[in-house]
């Protein structure tokens, strides 16, 4: 409990561009409970960081429709599976 | 040498060069299992970055050739998959610092302070650490699936003009969803660097993009 008010407080004691790195570093890797609810708090009244995190929404959006994207690209084509092969076979024989 | 040998029979030491042929051996039946099992991935990557078939098939290929090199270097702390991914996502960054450097200045990188949306700004930040403006809210995607295409398209667009090695995170992380415990040891990154180079690149992307969609919101209109 003490530790959840202390990175609350130290959260809620942050520039906004320090807010910022934890609003990106926070889809990396899972924040403190202090810290994620001391975020939360702060964008009720921070209008700038809202935005930003509306963005940062967006943009992993936007990512999921390139992977699916992607995703239904052919694979290898065959030609160049025959050529990488013949490759690997060249370089075995090298070694 | 049978079980029956027991353990106190000296075990004869291999000739330098069948151990090599083995070892050979071992490279080339993982190469043609990476192949089969991941090159689809390694090339859809690789085709998704360069969008040539030419530089896609160099990269895949350059990225076989230098695990089979690095074949005994594989830990296994990440996925086989994750770490040909960041082996092809060094090729990927080589292959665009060759190809910048050979159309410098044509096509710059997005410079680390290209970060303002506002016109009137001169960075994100004021000097106390507040932001300089708020940007504008983007248009909504939900609705179209040609809106959301052109936006995904933009996004694309600029994730290259990313410095190498923010874009190959960025796609491996961002794009791919891979972990970012694994991408950093496929990338040889710790935790904070690699936080620190997506911060990065999530910056400039924003910034792009809000340039891209045209709705900059300019102080005083």
Redesign the interface.
């Known amino acids: 409990m003490i530790r959840f008010v202390r990175d609350m407080m130290r959260v809620l004691g942050m ?4 807010h ?2 934890l609003f ?2 926070q ?3 899972p924040l403190s409970p202090g810290e994620a609810f001391g975020l939360r708090v702060h964008i009720v009244y ?4 809202r ?2 995190r ?3 929404r ?10 699916l ?3 239904i ?1 052919p ?3 065959e030609d ?2 025959e ?3 013949a ?3 060249q ?2 024989n090298k ?1 | 040498m049978t079980e029956s040998d027991g353990p106190s029979r000296v075990i004869p030491v291999a000739k330098p060069a069948l151990v ?1 042929s083995r070892t ?2 071992a ?2 039946i993982a ?2 299992r990476w ?1 089969a099992e991941h ?2 991935i ?4 690789a ?2 970055r360069t969008r040539s ?1 030419e530089a896609a ?1 160099e990269i ?2 350059e990225t ?2 230098a695990a ?1 090199q690095g074949f005994e270097t594989f830990s296994g702390g990440s996925t086989e998959r994750t770490w040909l991914l960041g082996i092809a996502a060094h090729k990927i960054a080589d292959h665009f610092r060759r190809v910048r450097r050979a159309k410098s200045p044509r096509s710059p990188a997005i410079s680390p302070d290209a970060t303002c949306v506002c016109a009137t700004c001169r960075g ?2 004021t000097e ?4 300089a ?3 504008s ?2 248009p909504d ?1 939900s609705q179209s699936e040609a809106e ?2 052109e ?2 398209e933009a ?2 667009a600029c994730i290259d003009k990313l410095p190498p090695g923010q874009s190959e995170a ?1 796609w491996l ?5 891979i972990p ?1 415990a694994e991408v950093c040891k496929a990338m040889g990154l710790t ?1 904070t660097n ?2 620190s180079r ?2 990065r690149a ?2 400039a ?2 910034s792009c ?2 340039n891209k969609f045209g709705l900059r919101k300019e102080k005083g209109q």
């Open positions: 520039r906004c561009r320090e910022v790195v990106s570093r889809l990396d890797a921070c209008g700038g960081c935005r930003f509306e963005h940062l967006h943009l992993q959006s936007l990512g999921q429709t390139l992977a994207q992607a995703e690209e694979g290898l084509p160049v599976r050529r990488l092969h490759r690997v076979v370089a075995t070694n | 090599a050979s051996d490279r080339e190469a043609r192949i090159g689809d390694l090339w859809k990557f085709l998704a078939k098939e895949v290929q076989v050739l089979m994100m930040f106390k650490g507040m932001w403006c708020v940007a809210k983007w995607n959301t295409a936006q995904a996004l694309r960025v992380r961002d794009i791919l969803g970012a935790d690699l936080w997506m911060h999530r910056v992307l924003r993009l809000e």
